[in-house]
T-cell receptor, first 111, second 113 residues
């Protein structure tokens, strides 16, 4: 089962607003990744984080790898309608072969 | 190709039928993963290949599920005697190695009727 707790489950925001979502775990992860999934498509990688404390930006997106290695957040600034979708956090541990995924945050942006 | 390619995009199977789902990873990617995604959920790990070796199949839900990657490139996920609970989107991902960023295909939506 999934080990990552992702929140919030859903968000309804107005275009232009900033958005923040996060992922926590009771376990340490060595890599954190954030994906966006549109309906009928596979997840698309947004940001990958490899070091505790790392803060990385990709356009209007900013993500951080928590110092404790047990959490990560994703911020989206000045949201636009095409930001609509489901955002997943994923983590990888050295002693596991797979990435573990959160349950997703469904983002709705009202024009 | 430029990205991970999966086929078919959609598959409808009658209960009890066998199905085969194909994944073409990004060229040169050593690692290949299969995930199952139920409606409204995040992807759940099924199995992992490093080149042609299946190093982890701990996520396969039953012995009806079988995956192979005989030449270390294309992979096939086979489901025998499909059941309704097998209905889901099956996602394939590949990466340079197991701990670097993985890139997903568009998935195969399997519906068992």
């Amino acid at each position: 089962g999934q080990q990552l707790n992702q929140s919030p489950q859903s968000m309804f925001i107005q275009e232009g607003e900033d958005v923040s979502m996060n992922c926590t775990s009771s376990s340490i992860f060595n890599t954190w990744l954030w994906y966006k999934q549109d309906p009928g498509e596979g997840p698309v990688l947004l940001i990958a984080l490899y070091k505790a404390g790392e803060l990385t930006s990709n356009g209007r997106l900013t993500a951080q790898f928590g110092i404790t290695r047990k959490d990560s957040f994703l911020n989206i600034s000045a949201s636009i309608p095409s930001d609509v979708g489901i955002y997943f956090c994923a983590g990888h541990q050295y002693n596991n072969n797979d990435m573990r995924f959160g349950a997703g945050t469904r983002l709705t942006v009202k024009p | 190709g430029a990205g991970v390619s999966q086929s078919p995009r959609y598959k409808v199977a009658k209960r009890g039928q066998d199905v085969a789902l194909r994944c073409d990873p990004i060229s040169g990617h050593v690692s290949l993963f299969w995930y199952q995604q139920a409606l409204g959920q995040g992807p759940e790990f099924l199995t992992y290949f490093q080149n042609e070796a299946q190093l982890d199949k701990s996520g396969l839900p039953s012995d009806r599920f079988f995956a192979e990657r005989p030449e270390g490139s294309v992979s096939t996920l086979k489901i025998q005697r499909t059941q309704q609970e097998d209905s889901a989107v099956y996602l394939c991902a590949s990466s340079l190695d197991r701990s670097t960023e993985a890139f997903f295909g568009q998935g195969t939506r399997l519906t068992v009727v």
